[in-house]
T-cell receptor
């Protein structure tokens, strides 16, 4: 089962920052938080990941709380093309030693013109 | 650099037939994963190859599904015989190595949409 909790849906005005929250209160010390998104009919697209420090790349920023129980993905200037389902995933190692991704329902972000 | 490529993009078959899906990972990626989303459900892990070996096949639904990765390059996922409940989108992903978080980023293909009638 997914170890994260996300809102079902969010709206954001075009050009504004989109802040997508995620709760992962049972995260372990060595487990990473990954964010992916899926734009309609495409494959999941990697956005960013982090362990405990805040991270930034060309797509987004990831803010992780000090206790690591929650995080926020920030898209600084949302465009219509950012409309997608966003998945917050805690990467765990399976019993067989595989780092599989466990997708939940994600947050459906709608960017409004 | 080419991304993960999946073929075909869409397959329509009748119940009881056989279908083979193919995935070409990013060049140099030792890890290859199969996932699927069946109608109305979440994306679920099927199995994981490290080179040509199956590292984890705990997500394979039953023995009608057979995955291979001969030579450690491309992979095939065969469904035989296909059932109605197998309809969905099958995704393939690849990553460089397993352990390192930075190098274990999984890059996904566009998926194969399988329709079993």
């Amino acid at each position: 089962d997914a170890k994260t909790t996300q809102p079902t849906s969010m709206d954001c005005a075009e050009g504004r920052a989109a802040n997508l929250p995620c709760n992962h209160s049972t995260i372990s010390g060595n487990e990473y938080v990954y964010w992916y998104r899926q734009i309609h009919s495409q494959g999941p697209q990697y956005i960013i990941h982090g362990l405990k420090n805040n991270e930034t790349n060309e797509m987004a920023s990831l803010i992780i709380t000090e206790d690591r129980k929650s995080s926020t993905l920030i898209l600084p200037h949302a465009t219509l093309r950012d409309t997608a389902v966003y998945y917050c995933i805690v990467r765990v190692r399976s019993g067989a030693g595989s780092y599989q991704l466990t997708f939940g329902k994600g947050t459906k972000l709608s960017v409004i013109p | 650099e080419a991304g993960v490529t999946q073929f075909p993009s869409h397959s329509v078959i009748e119940k009881g037939q056989t279908v083979t899906l193919r995935c070409d990972p990013i060049s140099g990626h030792d890890n290859l994963y199969w996932y699927r989303r069946v109608m109305g459900k979440e994306i679920k892990f099927l199995l994981h190859f490290v080179k040509e070996s199956k590292q984890d096949e705990s997500g394979m639904p039953n023995n009608r599904f057979l995955a291979e990765r001969t030579g450690g390059t491309y992979s095939t996922l065969k469904v035989q015989p296909a059932e109605l409940e197998d309809s969905g989108v099958y995704f393939c992903a690849s990553s460089q190595v397993s352990g390192s978080a930075a190098k274990n980023i999984q890059y996904f293909g566009a998926g194969t949409r399988l329709s079993v009638l």
